[in-house]
């Protein structure tokens, strides 16, 4: 019998048993293509406070009196009516740090400086915690720095001024509060007279990795990215060039990094910088992707170039970047990397070029840097930037220029309906494999009102069967943004949202997470009779499934998606290999309109034990689940 009728009759017969709907053929002597290390990823830019007021344990908010606008900002002052206080920047503390708070005491008098963080500052009973700052100026007296929740003060200390400060001088404070507090604040009580000029005011836990914070690192550190993606987005191109991202202004000590304006609209102390970042990716096991400005502001909003002469400086400047990354510690950018503490180099093998660009002038500028850097770094992989849209003719021009230029990586953005990811999955098949690979360096099912719910996660499940089944297309895939603090966001939907000290991860969060723990080696060819759902004129999917085996712990991992109000049933008929009776589900299901938040985790996954398997067995796919089996391979 030809296996077309072997097909029909196995098919016929469980449909006469009843249940089954489908048959799901997984034929092991079919491998391929090789699954990346990097296909999921983390994509980290400081939008919805990520960085500041987020990942960075600064717990002062507008620490350097630095901002040009909302100078005050995060700042009470009171003082006594002999006291004058103001921004001046004629004694700056150095030349990235220009600004401070002076204030004139003309007679003996009290003032007191109080920040309130980033609504209610979070301390921890019994933590250590460094106060820290910066005083000039001929001012004698006494500083008290308190932190107090309503009357209580939960820890003090004091700097005593017998002397005249002179010039700048940083004085440190070790604070222990007695009690845990989301809703404190730094007071500073200053009494005595004379000028006194005052800068880099800091407190921050002593408890941190880096200047992070741990329960958001811990996060990140459970997704186990392959790569990330950093430091944005829209934060690389800047509102104008004189705000977009650059490297340099973020490494070295913090009080000399540069205090700037961001893309999403609050000021960023750069207190997490590149080195950081690099650090950070070092710790997770992921290969760096740093994105640099390709010489064009946010070009979708009256774009602003750089000219010849100042484009070479962009391109120097990513030069400059893969020295300190990467070269020698007798090199300039080799030397000052280790001065920070990093002799050894960190193999960054990614740059990408620009974010959302598109058009003649993006494509002559990518050019000019992939020359320069390919010259000194021909193993350096350079990722070309799509534009912002992910369908159309913009999008096709992009792509025909990429494939005449022997474009080596394509970054696709894509923020769609979670209808259109379900009815897209197969994208990728249709990618020529010959052609740039792709990173997929933004992703989101954006519903109606941008929640961050089930129906959505469930929807971007779906799409990544598709993605892991093209990896050898799609190398790496992020979800975009990674943070939202919680009142302080410009942008949802997100995929871990945090307050001062509490975190969760969204439904999103848990699906990026089970992909990437159960991502496997190699794709293992998989058919499912029945597969297409045909719903008001779109060509869905009843189920969207993966097969993938991971070498390790000889494992097939099937991944089963069902996003739809009702179970499937399939029979899965496996072969080429045998299989043990006893294997492992996980599995991630909920009402679509499901979120979770800081009390309920409604969306986790769930594992169980499951039994009585072998090559030839039937499971029913649960309406609204992402379900992963994991079966054993016998030796
Ligand atoms: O993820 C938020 C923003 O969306 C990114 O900064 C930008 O690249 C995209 O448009």
């Known amino acids: 019998m030809s296996k077309f009728f072997v097909g029909l009759f196995l098919m016929l017969s469980l449909l006469l048993v009843g249940e089954v709907q489908h048959v799901l053929t997984i034929d092991f002597s079919q491998q391929g293509p090789e699954i990346p290390e990097t296909l999921y990823g983390i994509f980290f830019e400081d939008i919805n406070h990520a ?32 006291v004058k206080s103001s921004i001046e920047e004629t004694h700056s503390l150095n030349g990235n740090n220009t600004r401070y708070l002076e204030m004139k005491f003309f007679e003996t008098d009290r003032a007191t400086l109080t920040n309130l963080g980033y609504g209610g500052i979070v301390v921890i009973q019994g933590q250590e915690y460094t106060f820290s700052i910066y005083l000039s100026g001929d001012f004698t007296g006494t500083i008290t720095t308190m932190v107090v929740d309503d009357d209580e003060v939960l820890a003090s200390g004091s700097i005593l001024l017998h002397q005249p400060v002179g010039d700048w001088k940083k004085y440190t404070l070790n604070l222990i509060p007695t009690k845990t507090s989301t809703d404190s604040r730094l007071s500073i009580s200053i009494f005595g007279s004379g000028t006194l000029r005052i800068d880099m005011v800091s407190l921050m836990p002593k408890k941190n990795w880096s200047g992070m914070r741990e329960d958001l690192l811990g ?72 994105i640099f400005n390709p010489g064009i502001s946010f070009q979708i909003e009256s774009p602003e170039y750089a000219s010849e002469e100042e484009l070479k400086e962009w391109i120097q400047d990513v030069l400059d970047f893969l020295e300190f990354a990467n070269g020698a510690t007798d090199t300039y950018w080799g030397g000052v990397r280790a001065s920070l503490g990093h002799p050894e180099p960190f193999n960054v093998k990614y740059i990408g070029v620009g974010n959302e660009n598109w058009g003649p002038r993006y494509w002559e500028n990518f050019e000019k840097f992939r020359k ?77 009102r941008r929640r961050n719910n089930w129906w959505a996660a469930l929807a971007e499940a779906a799409f990544l069967t598709g993605v892991e089944r093209n990896s050898d297309v799609v190398i790496m ?12 966001s410009q ?130 796919f649960k309406a609204h689940t992402v379900t992963i089996l994991r079966l054993r391979v016998k030796e």
């Open 51 to 82: 960085v500041d007021g987020g990942l960075y344990v600064e717990l002062v908010r507008n620490r350097s009196f630095e901002q040009e606008t909302r100078r005050y900002e995060g700042w009470k002052i009171e003082r006594g009516d002999s």
């Open 491 to 620: 942008w949802i939907p997100d995929l871990i949202w945090f307050d001062g000290s509490r975190v969760f991860g969204t439904p999103s969060y848990y699906v990026q997470k089970v992909f990437s723990e159960n991502r496997g080696d190699v794709v293992i060819h998989s058919e499912l009779t029945n597969e297409e759902y045909r719903m008001f004129g779109y060509r869905y999917k009843h189920l969207y499934h993966v097969v993938t085996y991971d070498e390790k712990s000889r494992e097939l991992i099937i991944k089963v998606v069902n996003p739809w109000p009702e179970d499937r049933t399939v029979h899965l008929d496996i072969k080429g290999i045998a299989v043990e009776e006893t294997g492992k589900e996980i599995f991630l299901t909920g009402d679509p309109k499901d979120e979770n938040n800081f009390d309920e985790l409604n969306i986790v996954p769930k594992e169980r034990v499951i039994t009585g398997l072998n090559t030839s067995f039937e499971y029913t």
């Open 372 to 448: 320069a850097i390919k010259e000194k770094y021909p193993d350096v992989k350079i990722i070309f930037s799509g534009p912002p849209s992910y369908e159309g003719t913009g999008f096709k021009q992009a792509w025909r220029w990429a494939r005449e230029n022997n474009v080596e990586i394509f970054d696709e953005h894509i923020y769609a309906s979670p209808e259109w990811m379900l009815a897209n999955t197969d994208r990728y098949n249709r990618y020529n494999r010959s052609g740039p690979k792709v990173m997929l360096g933004e992703y989101a099912a954006h519903t109606d």
């Open 219 to 290: 996060m990140i550190e459970d997704l186990k990215p392959g790569f990330m993606r950093f430091p944005g987005g829209c934060l690389v191109q800047g509102n104008t060039l004189e705000n977009a991202y650059r490297w340099k202004e973020s490494i070295g000590p913090i009080e000399q990094r540069k205090t700037k304006w961001n893309f999403w609209g609050y000021y960023q102390t750069l207190g997490i910088g590149f080195y950081e970042y690099l650090l950070l990716c070092e710790k997770l096991g992921a290969e760096p992707v740093p």
């Open 477 to 488: 895939a992020s979800y975009a943004p990674l943070f939202n603090r919680v009142d302080w």
